[in-house]
């Protein structure tokens, strides 16, 4: 299903980014992780070679909304960025496309909608 795709997964929670890790266990999806939006932005710049990055919608530090902002404004950035939410009473429509969200998963993640999604992002930029 997947050949080599690399993840970038922002969290400032030690088990979100364990259960992340857990779901792509067994596939060839290799993850990174940062844990502040400092932390995301620099390896955006420094590496800059993910396929898909996963954005907790809890940051402590800085909320996801301000850190798309800060990630959309990176010269020639163009990773799909899902967002990751456990409001499931919050109406997304498109508002989070609006704000440069490629998608959204609720929380708690599915293995089968995570995989399909990464899946579904990385083959729209083949």
Known sequence: MFEDINLLMVDDSDSGIKIIDKLIKGSNIKMDFATN?????????????????????????????????????????????????????????????KLGFSDYLLKPVKKDKLLNKINEYVKKDN
């Open 37 to 97: 939006g400092k932390e995301c932005i620099d390896k955006i710049k420094s590496y800059g070679k993910y396929d898909i990055i996963l954005l907790d919608e809890q940051l402590s530090q800085i909320s996801a909304m301000e850190l798309i902002s800060k990630i959309k404004n990176i010269r020639n950035f163009n990773i799909p960025v899902i967002l990751l939410s456990k409001d499931n009473s919050y109406e997304y429509n498109d508002d989070y496309k």
